[in-house]
């Protein structure tokens, strides 16, 4: 009974914590598509009053009879404010088109993670979920650090369940968050988040998640290695590495090291063969 309810207690909270993961990705994606949906709408704004001005001078032009003396022209010119709008116009067009392009990049990764995708293993692009994982979260990190990206671009592609992983680097992006959240709060500056990827030797590879948050102590990081749902103070931390270590070490059979120290951030290390044992 005693085990059945741990077991209970702990498909719980990894319910929970699918369901925050969720949250947390709806409100990246109001964030990064509001940014850039409010200035496409002012440019929208910018260009409409450009096109009255164009409109106006074209109508004055076509009222003349005779031909136009210099001076008059220049006259009118000035009026509609042609240079200013020479200047401004295509910048608009082309800031707009970056903000376009902008919510299509960020729509089509958000679209990538929240599929559910095929449960069994393929060939995967470790590089492409990171920059997937680090794109959808970006609301949640740009406020409290500075992200870095150190991908390893001779990785080769590893036979893993893509959904799955995708899930655990999310967890471990937001892991590094809340880990540098206080550290915002009390000393008012940006931390550093660090992304890699990279090639351990033949046969297997990493994925790494560093940060420069608070850092634990040797006791409360052997309380959130247990391989339970952690509890109390330390339970959010617990519990997303209870739900990676799943993934990697009970999964992929693959390997999960954890390094810390108070005041000196810490460094989650995600182990993958490249080849999937059958």
């Known amino acids: 009974d005693a085990h059945r309810r741990l077991l209970d207690a702990q498909l719980r909270r990894a319910e929970g914590r699918k369901f925050e993961a969720l949250g947390h990705l709806t409100e990246a994606l ?3 598509l509001n940014s850039p949906a409010q200035y496409i709408g002012d440019n929208l704004s910018f260009l409409g009053e450009a096109f009255a001005s164009l409109k106006a001078l074209l109508g004055a032009l076509r009222e003349r009879d005779t031909a136009l003396q210099p001076d008059e022209l220049q006259r009118l010119l000035r009026e509609s404010d042609s240079e200013y709008l020479l200047a401004d ?8 088109q970056q903000g376009i392009a902008q919510m299509a990049r960020v729509v089509a990764a958000m679209r990538e993670f929240t599929q559910r995708g095929a449960q069994q293993a393929t060939l995967q692009d470790l590089n492409e979920i990171v920059r997937g994982a680090a794109a959808v979260t970006r609301a949640q990190w740009h406020q409290v650090a500075e992200l870095r990206l150190e991908l390893d671009e001779t990785l080769p592609l590893v036979t ?5 992983i995708k899930q655990v680097v999310l967890y471990a992006i937001m892991n590094a968050v809340k880990a540098l959240e206080p550290r915002d709060a009390i000393q008012r500056s940006r931390g550093r988040i660090q992304l890699q990827t990279r090639r351990l030797d033949s046969s297997w590879v990493a994925i790494e998640v560093i940060d420069s948050g608070q850092g634990l102590g040797s006791e409360d990081l052997t309380k959130v290695l247990e391989p339970v749902l952690g509890t109390g103070e330390l339970g959010d931390a617990a519990d997303a590495l209870a739900q990676i270590r799943n993934v990697i070490v009970s999964e992929h059979t693959g390997q999960l090291e954890v390094a810390s ?8 290390s995600m182990r993958l063969p490249q080849k999937r044992p059958s």
């Open 89 to 96: 116009v295509p910048r608009s067009i082309e800031e707009s």
């Open 30 to 32: 109001a964030h990064e």
């Open 261 to 268: 120290e108070p005041g000196a951030g810490t460094r989650l």
């Open 160 to 164: 893993c369940v893509g959904a799955q």
